[in-house]
């Protein structure tokens, strides 16, 4: 580590003896004070200190030298140490001399002959603050630009490893829930084969029993089939072509409303929807999950209202999904997007918080995003984005 150092430099034996005492007799001991009679012999002690690895906070220099005057010695040095901060000292008349300092030496202050002991010593205190305080901010700087580069670091690293990390966990996810389907295949079988062979030796008690097993083999198909199509969808990468929306969501509402019995659902389609880009069998899957939410939240609703609409930019379309069913409370909005994420209960709506996490993956799949709004009892809104044009991303993170 060099020492830090104040270089004064003037001609005339006394006032640097006298220069020199002042100052060490008020700044702290570790500020090395040098000094110079002339330019000439002020570069060759630089030229060293540098050597040596010093640094130098202040350099005061007398106007009037032989050789080479004070301005100029200052504007000189000024290339050599810019951070250096520079006093001149000046005689009443050297308006001039300050005037190009200032203008050539990026001169700090100047101090009048004879000096006033306190000023002076005010002047280099104020003097070694700024340097250290400049010095301090520069080595902040350094820090922060060297912290923020090792934190992109990891955070590429992060995002490489959690992108891995996820494709593992969706072909784990997919290998498992197939595997899932074979034993629980097998349990319905058995429970068929006990109900059609055993049947007439049976209570009516077993035989409930043995119906219950076979519902709730249905149920966990149903999950892993919704499993499956999640995983399925996370390695999918879109198939882009021209897709009717206005089709798509009366198309998969007409599929939706089969299966309803004495409900009374009314698909409003404001304007109509224009045609888009994206993949065909994922974007039905989206908009199927959505609808289905809409008509299962509707139940309680003696007329049910599902209102469609999208607003475009230069860029994107803004598609929404509004229903008057049972809503919920925003406090949890965020985490339906996750997967087996419910904020009804399953007594109340069946359900497997598959749906929205798989429209989140589809949507975002084609570089778009989706955003939910609700009110209790008063009603839903799904909202997403697709850009015009269609884009295929693998993974978001
Ligand atoms: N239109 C809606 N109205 C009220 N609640 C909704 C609506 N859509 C989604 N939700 C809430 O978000 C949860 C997650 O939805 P989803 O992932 O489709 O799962 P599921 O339909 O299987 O319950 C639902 O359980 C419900 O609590
Ligand atoms: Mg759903």
Redesign the pocket.
């Known amino acids: 580590m060099g020492r830090y150092k104040i270089l004064c430099v003037d001609d005339e034996e006394m006032i640097i003896n006298a220069l020199k005492t002042e100052l060490m007799n008020s700044i702290p001991s570790d500020i090395i004070i040098e000094i110079a009679r002339s330019a000439e012999e002020a570069f060759s002690v630089i030229d060293e200190s540098l050597q040596a690895g010093d640094k130098f906070i202040l350099i005061i220099s007398d106007q009037k030298m032989p050789g080479m005057t004070g301005e100029i010695f200052l504007s000189k040095l000024d290339k050599i140490l810019p951070d250096a901060l520079k006093v001149l000292l000046t005689g009443f008349a050297d308006i001039d001399a300050i005037q190009y300092a200032i203008n050539n030496a990026n001169l700090y202050r100047y101090i009048q002959k004879p000096w006033d002991r306190e000023d002076l010593i005010l002047t280099v205190k104020q003097a070694i603050d700024k340097y250290k305080t400049k010095k301090a901010l520069e080595q902040n700087t350094l820090e922060i630009i060297r912290m923020n580069e090792e934190l992109e670091g990891i955070v590429e690293e992060r995002t490489k490893q959690l992108s891995q990390a996820l494709e593992e966990l969706e072909s784990f996810s997919y290998t498992v829930s197939h595997d899932l389907k074979s034993p629980l295949r097998s349990i319905d079988y058995y429970a068929k084969f006990i109900l059609e062979d055993y049947g007439p030796i049976l209570t009516k008690e077993v035989i409930q029993m043995v119906l219950q097993i076979r519902n709730i083999c249905n149920e966990m198909f149903d999950l892993i089939n919704k499993l499956l199509v999640y995983s399925m969808t996370s390695k999918a990468l879109p198939e882009i072509s021209q897709v009717d929306a206005d089709k798509l969501f009366r198309d998969s509402f007409a599929d939706l409303v089969k299966t309803t019995e004495n409900r009374d659902i009314e698909l409003v389609i404001k304007d109509k929807l224009p045609v888009i880009q994206g993949d065909r069998v994922l974007l039905r899957q989206a908009v199927s999950?959505?609808l289905?939410?809409?008509i299962?939240?509707t139940r309680e609703k003696e007329k049910a209202f599902i209102e469609v609409s999208c607003i475009e930019d230069g860029e994107n379309y803004q598609f929404s999904v509004k229903?008057n069913?049972?809503?919920?409370s925003m406090e949890y909005a965020e985490k339906?997007f996750g997967i087996f994420?419910?904020?009804?209960p399953k007594g109340e709506?069946?359900?497997?918080?598959?749906?929205?996490?798989?429209?989140k993956k589809i949507i975002e799949k084609h570089g778009g995003s989706i955003d939910?709004d609700?009110v209790e009892d008063k009603?839903?809104v799904?909202q997403f984005i697709l850009p015009k044009k269609a884009q295929r991303k693998e993974h978001n993170l």
């Open positions: 999950n959505i289905s939410n809409c299962k939240f229903d069913g049972v809503g919920f339906i994420q419910r904020l009804h709506y069946e359900g497997s918080g598959i749906g929205l996490a798989t429209v939910i609700s009603g839903t799904v």
